[in-house]
Nanobody
Framework: QVQLVESGGELVQAGGSLRLSCAASGRTFSSYVMGWFRQAPGKEREFVASVSRTGDSTTHADSVKGRFTISRDNAKTTVYLQMNSLRPEDTAVYYC??????????????????????WGQGTQVTVSS
């Protein structure tokens, strides 16, 4: 099993930047495909980005492409989400997630919340206009 703890969320002005971190427990971090999702009030949880086990492959939702970047450091057992050019519509609770269910990372499968076994508690990001 793995425990995930997100951090880095805060109140920021539109156009600003934040970097979210998700620290994972355990020594098998490199065996997990990792993802970031977000959920705004009254809306369903939506995919933001995912990264392969080695970090070589990533995919991002169209709504954040070019502004957000997912990365991971397996030595530090941490996954990151660099968020630039933030907009008020990015306001949400951001969750990281981990899965070993998928044999190979793919840009389509990794977008599905049901694929993920483990979730963090979330970190609030609020973007003011």
């Amino acid at each position: 099993q793995v425990q995930l703890v997100e951090s880095g969320g805060e109140l920021v002005q539109a156009g600003g930047s934040l970097r979210l971190s998700c620290a994972a427990s355990g020594r098998t971090f490199s065996s997990y495909v990792m993802g970031w999702f977000r959920q705004a009030p009254g809306k369903e949880r939506e995919f933001v980005a995912s990264v392969s086990r080695t970090g070589d492959s990533t995919t991002h939702a169209d709504s954040v492409k070019g502004r957000f970047t997912i990365s991971r450091d397996n030595a530090k057992t941490t996954v990151y989400l660099q968020m630039n050019s933030l907009r008020p519509e990015d306001t949400a609770v951001y969750y990281c997630a981990a899965t070993t269910r998928v044999r190979y990372w793919s840009s389509t499968t990794s977008r599905q919340p049901l694929v993920y076994d483990y979730w963090g508690q979330g970190t609030q990001v609020t973007v003011s206009s």
